[in-house]
């Protein structure tokens, strides 16, 4: 059951990282830092904008309570 939780962490951690790093916009690789190169004007999420920070956040609460869930079967 723990190698399940284990293996189960690692995917949706790396979807986590994936849905985060494709959401900054155009930036590529070099805005991860937190460089802003859009200016700083902020626009409404539209279409698949939209949907991968939906998803986004999906994952990350998936991934707290699965945290949490492994720390209860394991303790």
């Known amino acids: 059951m723990e190698n399940f939780l284990d293996i189960a962490m ?3 951690s790396t979807a986590l990282v994936f849905g985060i790093i494709l959401q900054s916009k155009g930036a590529g690789l070099g805005g991860l830092p937190g460089s802003d190169i859009g200016g700083g004007v902020f626009s409404a999420r539209r279409g698949v904008e ?3 920070f939906r998803i986004t956040i ?3 609460v998936l991934f707290f309570l699965l945290a949490i869930y492994t720390v209860y079967v394991s303790g």
């Open 58 to 60: 999906v994952l990350s």
């Open 50 to 52: 939209r949907t991968l």
């Open 10 to 12: 690692i995917i949706l």
